[in-house]
């Protein structure tokens, strides 16, 4: 059981939008920022998004995140085949003094 | 570009130590949180503890009793030991580096490549 909630799978055809949510509490994500990770079969998981809705250097401009109270969220546009993976949010729980992930949640790119 | 390299025994009995090392080629040692993840098979990512460039360490709560995790500054190397294992500690293990602005929250980036470690009698 995650300490973050996400739904466990997403689907849309190509060229559309999607979006993924990750659900927490007042202890990780209202008062912390959250981190977005693509991990594609047979990888190591990849960062996409940081501090809420920043993107790393070589991430495009197709993958967003944003935050409010105690849910963050990561949008997809112009979805492509090769987004198929699982993606992951992250952040710090305060209770715990610990990083913790959500469940992850599966894109299927139909 | 830093890069990170693990590697370690993949194949242990119960109740054996589990012990990887993780090397950071390209990169500084300092301000970072030196962070160590795991994926049990079809399983979701799960944070086991993180070290700083001073030694000072921070463990999920649920591992606590068992996980170290070290530094050796002179090699440019992080490791993780966990003892008693079981059939349940069966997963993929990522060394990552984590990064930090505002604390304490952190983002991971990049990761090692990933061990799989298998508990089996």
């Known amino acids: 059981q995650s300490v973050l909630t996400q739904p466990p799978s997403v689907s849309a055809a190509p060229g559309q939008k999607v979006t993924i949510s990750c659900s927490g509490s007042s202890s990780n994500i209202e008062n912390n920022y959250v981190s977005w990770y693509q991990q594609l079969p047979g990888t190591a998981p990849k960062l996409l998004i940081y501090d809420n809705n920043k993107r790393p250097l070589g991430i495009p401009d197709r993958f967003s995140g944003s935050k409010s109270g105690t849910s963050a969220t990561l949008g997809i546009t112009g979805l492509q085949t090769g987004d198929e993976a699982d993606y992951y949010c992250g952040t710090w729980d305060n209770s715990l003094s610990a990083g913790v992930f959500g469940g992850g949640t599966k894109l299927t790119v139909l | 570009q830093v890069q990170l390299q693990q590697w370690g025994a993949g194949l242990l009995k119960p109740s054996e130590t589990l012990s990887l090392t993780c090397a950071v080629y390209g990169g500084s040692f300092s301000s970072y949180y030196w962070t160590w993840i795991r994926q049990a098979p079809g399983k979701g990512l799960e944070w086991i503890g993180e070290?700083?460039?001073?030694?000072?360490?921070n463990y999920n709560p649920s591992l606590k009793s068992r996980v170290t995790i070290s530094l050796d500054t002179s090699r440019n190397q992080f490791s993780l030991k966990l003892n008693s294992v079981t059939d349940a500690d069966t997963a993929v293990y990522y060394c990552?580096?984590?990064?930090?602005?505002?604390?304490?929250?952190?983002?991971?980036?990049?990761w090692g490549q990933g061990t799989l470690v298998t508990v089996s009698s």
């Open positions: 070290i700083n460039h001073s030694g000072s360490t």
């Open positions: 990552a580096r984590g990064q930090c602005v505002v604390e304490p929250s952190r983002w991971f980036h990049p």
